[in-house]
């Protein structure tokens, strides 16, 4: 199944609720913190509206939860590696994405045959404080000859104009949060994200 080039992420369902009906196709929910049966909730409300809506989810982090409730893919950062059961999600036939932001945990990651590999923040972010400067354009070409066929993802300081820069230099798919999060609008630029990345 092949991934859609516009990926946002988002901290609850209301907002899949929102935006899943504008065209969205892939999304990550990405919850840090919260009661067991809340995040459980906001999973299965999640999962259920992406399959109302032909849409692909992402579960951030809560791997067992994932396989619990039969969701298709979940992303691990490095950290969330380490705790992990890897080979339980390949059993469950849960698609797996990780985060990467240097050499040593590309390779890592590319050891467990992800189902994609993330790469940021490609521009200065907001959204966390980071240990790592920006990757900038060149990293993203370099990432892209070092990952092949596995799709490649770019985060970290995303908008509608840098997007296209992003996918030119190989990233099959670019992921945004405060862009749209923060934005006055959030509707509006989500279609102009949509439009964008047609």
Known sequence: MSLHPFYPIFDNAEWLRRMLPLGVKLVQLRIKGGAPDTLRAEIVASRDL???????????????????????????????????????????GVKLGISTHDHAELE???????????????????????????????RVREWKGLVGDVPLIGIGGMTPE????????GADVVSAVTDITLNDDPEARVREWLQVMA
Do not use: F, S
Request: contains cysteine.
């Open 162 to 169: 840098r997007a296209k820069l992003v996918r030119d230099a």
């Open 50 to 92: 992406c399959a109302e809506h032909g849409a692909q989810l992402v579960v951030n982090d809560h791997w067992q939860i994932a396989i619990d409730e039969g969701c298709d893919y979940v992303h691990l950062g490095q950290e969330d590696l380490d705790d992990a059961d890897v080979g339980a999600l390949r059993a469950a």
């Open 108 to 138: 890592r990651a590319l050891a467990l045959e992800p189902d994609y590999v993330a790469l940021g923040p490609v521009y200065p972010t907001i959204l966390k404080q980071m240990k790592w400067t920006e990757q900038g354009l060149d």
